[in-house]
């Protein structure tokens, strides 16, 4: 397995997803697509939640365009390829990762994690994207990924740096580290499938 990873990830990912993902490219472009709208949904909610916080809006705001954006892109390259856009399935990857949030406690402990979650789902995107932009065959393809890559870094940056505008700097630290054990750990645990960005 290879030992490169980015952003701070403990694991990388199986490098046989690249190969399982080019031969479900339709299922791996539909589950993208609705990554995309759930991204756009996210920072909606987060919005809607902390109204008050003025740079998380104003950071969010264009986000929101961009992410949506994003799902226009994937679905028109669905479209070009003759490939429908199949039904929404569950995200064992997301599920999972909320499974350890802070559920009930001090409302900075439930900021925290919020932000720290979409910045791992951001980072986890931005290495998926990474692999496909080297590892497909389609040279088209490869650089439309590269593009998605370069984009999701930017919003993994975003999030942890909002998570440092509300919270103290040494909690951020210390909760960001046990958030990559966990995601670690979840991904070591999840079956390996082409049909799925994560």
Known sequence: MSKVSILGLKLPSDPRWVNLASISLSEVLTDHAFCEQKAATSCISLIQRYPEKERLVQELSPIVTEEWG??????????????????????????????????????????LDRLLI??????????????????????????????????????????????????????????????????AAIMDNLEVRGDRMH
């Open 70 to 111: 994003h799902f226009r892109q994937v679905y028109a390259e669905m479209q070009k390829r003759g490939f429908m856009l199949g039904r929404q399935r569950k995200d064992m990857y997301v599920n999972a990762l909320q499974e350890h949030q802070v559920k009930g406690g001090h409302p900075d402990d439930v900021l």
């Open 118 to 183: 979409f910045a791992l789902i951001e980072a986890r995107s931005c290495e998926r994207f990474r692999l496909l932009s080297e590892g497909l065959d389609d040279a088209y393809l490869r650089e439309f990924y590269r593009k998605f890559m370069i984009s999701e870094a930017g919003h993994y940056r975003l999030f942890i740096d909002l998570a440092h505008a509300y919270l103290p700097e040494e909690k951020v630290r210390t909760r960001w580290q046990e958030w990559l054990k966990m995601e």
